[in-house]
C-alpha cells in the first residue's frame, strides 16, 4: 500500500490566546476527569459535514469531551468571519465550540476553523490547513490534534495509523493478516494475502515503515515493510526460530529473540550493515525487546528467575535488572514514546491485564481486568493504549484504555483483530 502524498500547508495562527487566559480546559491530571460539553456543528461548504464529523468521533473516543448532538443545534454552518452568538451555545450546555469552513479553490481543498471558549467568549484558536481532497479526513484528524492540544496541553494523537493482526477462520485453520488503519477505523487495507501467519508488527517511531514476523510450514521470517514504497524485504536467515521484532528509537536498528534448542535470546541487528549483536546469553527464554526513547535501554521479556518478569538492560546487553516483583506473570513490556512509563500484559490467576510502571519497576497499576488481555501498545502522546481483549468463545477485538485506567473503550474496527502498534504522527 502506497501512503498518499500529503500536501498540508499550515497557514499560522489568525488569534491563540495565552494559555494562563483561557478558561476553558480539559485538566487530564485530575483523578476524576469529567468529559467537556463541547459543540461541533456542521462545517459549511464541500465535505463540511463529513469533517465535522470525525472531529466529533476523534474528541468522544478520547473520552475527554462530550460533543453536544447535532440535533439538538439551531444553528450549523457558522460563518467563520463572524462572532457565534455566544448565548445559544451556552443555551445548550457548551464550553467549547468549534466552527468551520471548507472551500475548494484550484483544486485544493481549504478548511479554515476557529475554537471558542464559550463562556468567555474568547477565540482561542484559529487555523486553516490546505491539501488536496482525497486528504479530507487527514485535515479533521490534523484539526481534532489541534483542539486536543490546546484543550488538554498534550499532543493529539488522532494524525495516526494502527497496524495489527486481521484474524479469521477458525481456531484449527486461523488465517492471520497483516492489517493496517487510520486510528479511528477508516481505510482498513490489507498488506498480506493470508497465505501464512502473520505475528507482532511494529511501526518504526522515525518513519513510516513496520517491522513483522511471517510465520510458514518451513520457518519464521523477519520482514520490513515501506508503507509509502510497498518495498518488503527479509532481515536474512537464521539458525532456529525468529520472533518479536521491534525498532531501536532511532529506527536504525531491530532487535528481535532468536530460539534454538528450547533457549532464546535476544539479538540486535544494525540494519546499514546486518551485523548482529547478541545480547542476552542466559539459559531462558528472553524475548520482548523493546528501547526506550533515548535509545540507551532495552526492556525485555525473561524467566530467568523462574517465571516470566520484565527486565531493563542497557543497549549493550550489560547490566539486568529485574524491575517486576509483585505476584503474577508479565509478558509483553513496551517503553512508553516520553519515557516515563513502561506498559506491560500480567497474569494473576485465570485473569489478564493491562498494566504500567515507572522504568525502575515502582508505581505499578493495572488498568485492565478480564479473560484475556494482551499485547499493549502507546499512542504517540504517552496517554492512551490501545490492545487485544478476548472473551470465552469469542473473537479478539482491540480496545483501548488511558493511563488512568478509566477511559475504557473498544477500538473501532468490526473485525477480530490482535497485536495491535500505533504509528507515530504522520508528517
Do not use: C
Not at 230 to 257: C, H, I, N, T, Y
Not at 307 to 328: E, H, L, W
Not at 345 to 367: A, N
Amino acid at each position: 500500500m502506497r501512503l498518499k502524498t500529503l500536501i498540508l500547508a499550515f497557514m499560522g495562527s489568525l488569534l491563540i490566546l495565552n494559555p494562563a487566559s483561557a478558561q476553558v480546559v480539559v485538566d487530564v491530571n485530575k483523578g476524576d476527569i469529567r468529559p467537556m460539553p463541547i459543540a461541533v456543528p456542521e462545517f459549511s461548504g464541500e465535505r463540511g459535514g463529513d469533517i465535522s464529523k470525525v472531529i466529533t468521533g476523534n474528541l468522544e473516543r478520547s473520552g475527554l469531551f462530550a460533543p453536544i448532538p447535532t440535533q439538538g443545534m439551531d444553528q450549523t454552518h457558522l460563518d467563520i468571519a463572524i462572532q457565534p452568538q455566544f448565548e445559544t451555545w451556552k443555551g445548550l450546555n457548551a464550553q467549547a465550540l468549534i466552527n468551520g469552513n471548507v472551500q475548494l479553490e484550484n483544486g485544493q481543498l481549504k478548511v479554515d476553523f476557529r475554537l471558542w471558549d464559550v463562556f468567555s467568549q474568547t477565540q482561542l484558536l484559529g487555523l486553516q490547513f490546505t491539501s488536496t481532497p482525497e486528504n479530507w479526513r487527514r485535515i479533521a484528524h490534523k484539526i481534532s490534534d489541534a483542539v486536543y492540544e490546546r484543550l488538554t496541553g498534550e499532543k493529539g494523537y488522532f494524525d495516526t495509523r494502527i497496524v495489527f493482526v486481521s484474524e479469521s477462520g477458525g481456531r484449527l485453520n486461523r488465517t492471520k493478516t497483516l492489517a493496517i488503519m487510520d486510528q479511528d477505523g477508516a481505510n482498513p487495507s490489507y498488506l498480506t494475502d493470508g497465505s501464512y501467519i502473520v505475528m507482532s508488527p511494529r511501526f518504526s517511531a522515525t518513519s513510516q515503515e513496520i517491522t513483522y514476523m511471517a510465520l510458514r510450514p518451513e520457518g519464521s521470517s523477519i520482514y520490513l515493510f515501506n508503507l509509502e514504497t510497498a518495498r518488503r524485504e527479509s532481515l536474512g536467515q537464521f539458525p532456529g526460530m525468529v520472533f518479536a521484532p521491534r525498532f531501536s528509537s532511532d529506527g536504525g536498528k531491530v532487535a528481535f529473540a532468536v530460539e534454538r534448542g528450547g533457549n532464546s535470546d535476544i539479538v540486535l541487528m544494525d540494519l546499514k550493515s546486518r551485523t548482529t549483536q547478541r545480547l542476552t546469553t542466559d539459559p531462558a527464554i528472553d524475548t520482548s525487546p523493546s528501547f526506550s526513547p533515548d535509545g540507551n535501554r532495552i526492556v525485555f521479556n525473561s524467566d530467568r528467575g523462574g517465571s516470566p518478569q520484565i527486565y531493563v538492560m542497557n543497549i549493550d546487553g550489560t547490566g539486568a535488572r529485574r524491575i517486576s516483583f509483585s505476584p503474577g506473570r508479565y509478558t509483553s513490556p513496551v517503553w512508553s514514546p516520553s519515557g516515563d512509563f513502561i506498559a506491560f500484559t500480567k497474569q494473576t490467576g485465570g485473569s489478564f491485564h493491562i498494566g504500567i510502571m515507572r522504568p525502575d519497576g515502582t508505581d505499578e497499576r493495572l488498568l485492565t481486568t478480564s479473560y484475556l488481555d494482551e499485547g499493549p501498545t502507546w499512542a504517540p502522546n504517552g496517554r492512551v493504549l490501545m490492545f487485544s481483549r478476548e472473551s470465552p468463545g469469542a473473537e479478539p477485538k482491540l480496545w483501548t484504555v488511558d493511563v488512568t485506567g478509566r477511559i475504557l473503550r473498544p477500538a473501532p474496527y468490526p473485525g477480530a483483530a490482535s497485536d495491535p502498534a500505533w504509528s507515530p504522527l504522520i508528517n
